[in-house]
């Protein structure tokens, strides 16, 4: 660089910021106290063995780990979408804890009528009659378990060449509200799928992607549990209308199927009834009616 | 060799202990990093200057990450965060490569 004398500017003197980034990158610190500690007689550097100097090694090294793992964490949507997803298992775990306090309450009150209505008269047995038919009461025997499942890669890769719509490979709504319709006529007494009783007021529909039963989402593949008399609903399965619909949903779109009948199926009870109306009966045997009591139907 | 050592340890800590950086501390991570590396290489270059002193790393290194945050933090309130955060990232990045140019030559006599 050109001597400069006392007072004299530097042609380039606007350019401060730019020169002393470049010239004097180290922290002029390190040579002032250089200086300082040669002056008092000291080497000019306190070495790197210091305490202080490790402590902050370990601070610096403790940094950098931490902020690599907050910082190279994927954003945008896929964590978005695993959040999502925890909050949902979240959500269905409490909905599932909850079911299960309904369905202890349920037999709670169960257990209460048939102490007050007293065993063996006609009430507890119609009681019973009512329940498996309107679907609150678990029931287990002999029937048939039919799987459904989307069809694979090769048949949605095949929708559209065939003329049908994006999708055709996947059981749809209407595919099990057909089926099931076709088995209660058959002369089913109990079904559920997924482990969702079907009742009177039951819906199977879709939400997104997913098939929904009572507005709980299902997960593939399809298990409809179906109790009745074994014969008929296979006869039904095997050469009725829901056979020739299953037949026809492999054929045509892919979708898959697989019909086993057993000695033994538990079907589990609806969870949530809705109390309608409720009569007080007073110990001489008049009635008192409360308020009606509605609430959503499952 | 003994900070070089005391850097491998305290990664190994983090990278073992996962520790949790909270959401308001976040937007600060990336500029306090550099600001980090700026001092660390700041302090190699010294050493081999013959001129480290860790008083001096100690105040430089807390400084570079304050005062980078703060700018951060200035430059969100005003709005002009991002146009702020990268002449500060130029900055410190001009003064890592001069750095480390001097220790390169240091190392290499080249």
């Known amino acids: 660089m050109t001597e400069r004398h006392e007072g004299e500017r530097r042609p380039d003197q606007s350019m401060t910021l730019l020169t002393s980034m470049f010239e004097r990158p180290l922290d ?110 678990a029931v287990t025997g002999p029937g048939l378990v039919i799987t459904m499942d989307d069809g694979g890669p090769e048949a949605a890769a095949a929708c559209i060449p065939n003329g049908y719509s994006d999708g055709c490979h996947r059981v749809k709504a209407a595919d099990l509200q057909k089926v099931t319709n076709h ?4 002369g089913a007494e109990a079904i559920a799928i997924n482990g969702h009783r079907l009742t009177a007021q039951s819906s199977i529909r879709v939400a997104g992607q997913a098939l929904t039963v009572n507005f709980r989402p299902l997960k593939r593949p399809y298990v409809i549990s179906v109790i009745g008399d074994p014969d008929a609903l296979t006869a039904e399965i095997t050469d009725g209308k829901a056979g020739a619909l299953l037949v026809a949903f492999k054929n045509l779109y892919g979708v898959t199927f697989d019909i086993s009948a057993v000695d033994e199926v538990a079907v589990p009870g609806a969870v949530a009834g809705s109390l309608r109306e409720a009569e007080v009966i007073r110990d001489d045997g008049t009635t008192e009616t409360t308020s009606t009591v509605s609430e959503n139907a499952p | 060799m003994i900070p070089l050592a005391g850097l491998l340890v305290g990664v190994a800590l983090g990278l073992f202990l996962h520790p949790d950086v909270p959401l308001w501390l976040q937007p600060y991570l990336p500029i ?79």
Do not use: C
Not at chain 1, 183 to 186: E, H, P, V, Y
Not at chain 2, 33 to 56: T, Y
């Open chain 1, 28 to 137: 002029p610190g390190y040579e002032a106290h250089a200086k300082a500690r040669e002056r008092r007689g000291l080497p000019g550097s306190t070495g790197t063995r210091t305490v202080l100097t490790v402590i902050m090694a370990v601070l610096i090294g403790l940094m950098f780990a931490t902020s690599a793992l907050a910082l190279r964490q994927p954003d945008g949507s896929s964590e978005a979408r695993e959040r999502l997803i925890e909050r949902i298992r979240e959500h269905e775990a409490i909905a599932d804890a909850r079911s299960q306090e309904i369905r202890r309450m349920q037999e709670e009150i169960t257990a209460i009528q048939s102490r007050n209505l007293g065993e063996g008269s006609g009430r507890v047995q119609e009681l019973q009659r009512l329940k498996v038919v309107t679907g609150s009461q």
């Open chain 1, 183 to 186: 088995l209660w006529k058959a």
């Open chain 2, 32 to 110: 306090a990093v550099i600001a980090a590396l700026d001092a660390v290489f700041g302090a190699v270059r010294a050493v081999m200057d013959g001129i480290f002193s860790d008083k001096v790393f100690v105040v430089s290194f807390l400084s570079n990450v304050v005062v980078a945050a703060l700018i951060v933090f200035l430059g969100d309130q005003l709005g002009v965060g991002s146009q702020l955060s990268t002449g500060v990232v130029v900055v410190l990045g001009v003064r890592i490569f001069s750095n480390v140019a001097a220790i390169r030559r240091h190392l290499f006599s080249a």
